[in-house]
DNA sequence: ATAGAAAGCGGACTGCGGTCCGTTTAGTAT
DNA sequence: ATACTAAACGGACCGCAGTCCGCTTTCTAT
C-alpha cells in the first residue's frame, strides 16, 4: 500500500514551516475566523481583501502573506469540505469509492461534483476566477487524474484529454450559471452527465 | 429561406445608431488602428486600456463609449475572423456545413474551432476573461445553439445541456493551455474530440 | 536577562478596469 | 450665419488585487 498524502488545498506557504510564530497564528486565526464571517454575510464574490484585512483588524499585507492571492484564500476556505469529498472519492465506499466499475465510478464522480459545486459554487467560482490556469487549483488537479485514471481503465484512447475535457465540462463557473442564471436544474445537469458518461465508456 | 442575420460579434453599441457623427467614426478607426498595433506589438494579454486611449490620442471614457469593456474591444478585433468561421460552419461546404451527418458536422465544427482558437487563441482568452459568464460573448452562444441542433438531430436526450458541455469542453482557455503551457499537440486535442463525438453519437 | 536575526507586520503605493460628469463639438432647424 | 440639442469627449476619480519596504515582534543562542 502506498503512502498517500492529500493534495494540500490551500498553497498555504513552502510546507514544513519549521514554527509558526504564535502571532502568525493568532492573525491566521482571526482572518478565517473574519473571512467566514463576511462570506457568510455577503457572499463570497462581495468579499474584498481589504475589508478582510480591516474586519479582522490586520494590515493588507498579512493576508496576502498568508494566503498568496484571493483565490489562496478562498481554496483555503474550503479545504475541509473539498479534502472530505477528496476522501470519498479515493477511499469511500462504492460507487463513487472503489470497488465499481469505471463507469459507475465516473457517474457517481460527476453526480458528486455537480452537488458539491451546487454547495460551495460562491467559494469555488471565486477560487477558480481568480487564478490564472483555473487548472492550477490543486484540487482541480486531482479530479482531473482521478478522471483521467477511471477512463484509462475503460480503455480509452488518450485518457489524460478527454480527461481534461470532462473536467472544463465540470467546471464551477459554468454549473453554477447553468442552474443559477440559466435556470437548469440540477437534475438535469446530473441526468445529462450520466448520459455522456454512459454513451463515452459503453463498449463499441 | 429565412433571412439570417448574423450574430453581431462586437455588442457596437444598440443596432441601427441613425448617424455615427465623424468625429466618432474617426475615433473609432483610431481605436481600432491603434489597438491592433499593440496587440501585434505587446499581445492581446498585455493590452491595457489607458495605453490604447493613449496611443490613440483619445479620452479613456472614448475608449470605454466605444466598445463597453476590454471584453467588448477583443471581440471587436475578432469579428472579421469569428464572421468566417461562422459563415463556414452554416453555409459553407459539408462537412462542417450542411449536407453531412450531425456526426461528420459536430467532428468537423470541434476540429474548427479547435484550430481557430490556435490561431487566435490571446484575443479569445481575453475576451472571455474580462467578461462574466464567457458564455455572454455572443460567438459562444450561437457555438452552442449550432451544437445543440446537431445533437438534438442525432436524438440526444437533452442537447442543450450536453451542447453545453461541449461547449466548455472547447473552451478557449483550456484549448490554448492544454497546447501552449502543458504542451499538448493539437493533433491530440482533434483527435480526441473525433473520439468524443464518435462515442457520444454512435447508435446504441 | 540580553542581543541578534529572522519572521512577521502594516499600510502606502501601483496598475488596472471601469464610471462620472462638466465641457466641447457635430449636425440640424431656422 | 445662428442658435439649439444631443452626442461625443476626456480625464479625474473609484474600488480592487497585489507589491514593497521600513518597522516591530517573536524566538533563539548565549
Excluded at 43 to 56: F, P, R, S, V
Excluded at 90 to 105: D, I, K, N, T, Y
Excluded at 164 to 192: F, H, N, Q
Amino acid at each position: 500500500m502506498f503512502l498517500v498524502s492529500f493534495v494540500p488545498l490551500q498553497p498555504d506557504l513552502p510546507l514544513g514551516s519549521p514554527h509558526e510564530r504564535s502571532d502568525a497564528a493568532r492573525n491566521r486565526e482571526r482572518l478565517l475566523c473574519a473571512a467566514r464571517e463576511l462570506v457568510d454575510e455577503f457572499g463570497a464574490e462581495a468579499l474584498t481583501m481589504d475589508a478582510l484585512a480591516c474586519k479582522a483588524k490586520v494590515g493588507k499585507g498579512t493576508v496576502f502573506r498568508r494566503f498568496g492571492s484571493r483565490a489562496g484564500l478562498m481554496m483555503t476556505l474550503l479545504s475541509d469540505a473539498e479534502s472530505d469529498f477528496q476522501r470519498a472519492f479515493m477511499f469511500g465506499p462504492p460507487p463513487l469509492g472503489p470497488g465499481a466499475s469505471p463507469a459507475e465510478r465516473l457517474t457517481a464522480f460527476g453526480e458528486g461534483r455537480i452537488y458539491f459545486v451546487l454547495e460551495n459554487g460562491e467559494l469555488l467560482k471565486a477560487a477558480g476566477a481568480a487564478t490564472r490556469n483555473r487548472f492550477d487549483v490543486p484540487a482541480t488537479k486531482l479530479s482531473h487524474r482521478h478522471m483521467e485514471v477511471l477512463l484509462r481503465e475503460a480503455g480509452i484512447a488518450d485518457p489524460w484529454v478527454m480527461a481534461m475535457s470532462l473536467t472544463y465540462a465540470l467546471d464551477p463557473e459554468r454549473i453554477v450559471d447553468d442552474v443559477r442564471v440559466r435556470g437548469i436544474s440540477p437534475k438535469r445537469l446530473t441526468d445529462s452527465w450520466r448520459d455522456v458518461v454512459a454513451r463515452l465508456m459503453r463498449p463499441a
